[in-house]
């Protein structure tokens, strides 16, 4: 099991700077660095109800990532504040997959299959509950995964809802299959 600190973000290495601004990883460094108001402006937040503090620190915090203002739509708006939420309670750790993080952290087979089951708003609201599970584990999700299901699950388009179901997949499998190598040792 990691025993990251919640707030924690994975370093980059030199030779690896260009692949670490993406989007994922330029907000979870751009939470870890924050300020300690917008750190807790953004952990506090409701995604679908800002305050206007809260919104001046997403605001801050996505042009950090690169998410330009022009980019900022109805629809994309509260998907990234649910991300940056979630950054800024758990963190964010890239270096495993996150089926192996949940499975690392002790999170019940149940608990992990109503979040991978869960559509729409009882998507929205079970996430951050995972998320505070996570963090008080001392493990931080990989958000490249879990940004990427946010994203595409909330998405109106069809395509994207197939890319969903794709990640959820991918999140399933790292999972079941830790679970079934920690009871074969046992």
């Known amino acids: 099991m990691s025993t ?5 973000v994975e370093q980059a290495p030199p ?7 993406e ?42 990532a690169g998410l330009a ?5 109805a629809d994309t708006w509260p998907r990234w504040a649910l991300i940056a939420h979630g950054m ?3 963190g964010h750790d890239g270096k495993q997959k996150l089926g192996k993080q ?15 089951t869960s559509r729409g708003d009882a998507f929205t609201q079970l996430l951050p509950r995972v998320l505070r599970l996570l963090a008080s584990k001392g493990v931080a999700p990989n958000w490249r995964e879990l940004g ?6 909330c998405s109106s388009l069809r395509s994207n809802q197939d890319d ?7 999140i399933a499998g790292p999972y079941f299959s830790t679970l079934a190598r920690a009871e074969s040792k046992s």
């Open 102 to 116: 949940l499975a690392n952290a002790g999170v019940s087979e149940s608990r992990v299959t109503k979040l991978l």
């Open 4 to 8: 990251l600190d919640p707030t924690s």
């Open 88 to 90: 800024a309670l758990a």
């Open 15 to 21: 030779q690896d700077a260009a692949a670490y601004r």
């Open 23 to 64: 989007p994922f990883g330029a907000l979870a460094a751009y939470i870890h660095r924050a300020s300690t108001g917008d750190r807790a402006a953004l952990a506090r937040l409701k995604p679908e109800a800002l305050q206007p503090h809260q919104l001046a620190a997403l605001a801050r915090a996505l042009s950090a």
């Open 148 to 153: 990427e299901l946010v994203l595409k699950e």
């Open 69 to 73: 203002p022009e980019q900022w739509h």
């Open 164 to 170: 969903a179901e794709e990640i959820r997949l991918q």
